[in-house]
């Protein structure tokens, strides 16, 4: 089975070995929302070791947009916590490559560009709590049109922390006013991968102008009677990273996400 054969249907049921493996010979390279449904997703920051504890600090003073999830140590591609046998390296589809701040290249493989004084975080994602608004009957747009979520630049700032400063980035998932109500309930449960939503409805109260025009991602179809809901979105260091401009940092593509062993209900407030 190759890429081209496949939609993220094929992988919804798949476990996440299994999709890691697929990722890791280059034969899924496009966004993870959907796939290994009841897994725990994270976002990817790795940068030298130098930067390393004012990172860690961002996340601790914003965990709404940063919920760790776990830290590697110094050097070490290899994850211990939340995955057995996986290499940050080579297990995520699509990783972003910056240097001094401007996104430098995307590639599907980190391995050449390794360093002994690499520290990598991984940080909880929304699309972990995915499945759990689809057992509610809530609609997951992105899933539905087979796109990547749409992200999006708010005039939110973040709390700085050292040479680390930007704006909240938020996802946007469209349902009806009532749904909304359900989501917030639902994804509250939900607080090590961004918990309930930080705005829902007039999206230029958060300095977004158009919906239609996302900073990452793709645009999804808001229907008649829906309203836009915002999560805080694990994009958010890659802002960082660019208003800060250290001289490398490496991380997910947006929507290309790392998928752990983990289950959504180990991080879930029963």
Known sequence: MIEGMMDSLDL???????VRNLIRRGAWTQPTSGLSNGYTQANLVILPEKYAYDFLLFCQRNPKPCPLLEVLDTGDPIIKLTAEHADIRTDLPKYRVY?????SDE????????????????????????????????????????????????NIPCKSAGVFEGPM???????????????????????SVHGAPVHFGNPEKIGIHDLLHPDFGDPVIIR???????????????????????????????????????????????
């Open 12 to 18: 919804a049921g798949k476990r996440p070995s299994e």
């Open 99 to 103: 240097k001094n701040g401007l996104l």
């Open 107 to 154: 590639v599907t493989d980190i391995t050449s560009l390794w360093q002994e004084d690499f520290v990598s975080f991984l940080i909880g994602c929304s699309f972990s709590f995915e499945q759990a608004l689809l057992e509610n009957d809530i609609p997951v747009r992105q899933i539905e049109q087979q796109c990547n979520v749409p992200m999006f630049r708010t």
């Open 169 to 191: 980035v938020v996802s946007m998932r469209p349902m009806t006013e009532k749904q909304a109500i359900r989501a917030i309930q639902v994804t509250s449960r939900f607080p």
């Open 224 to 270: 008649d009677g829906e309203i836009p809901v915002f999560w805080a979105c694990g994009v958010t260091p890659q802002a960082a990273v660019m208003a800060s401009k250290p001289e490398i940092a490496i991380t997910h593509a947006p929507g290309h996400m790392f998928i752990t062993d983990q289950k959504d209900n180990v991080f879930s407030i029963l």
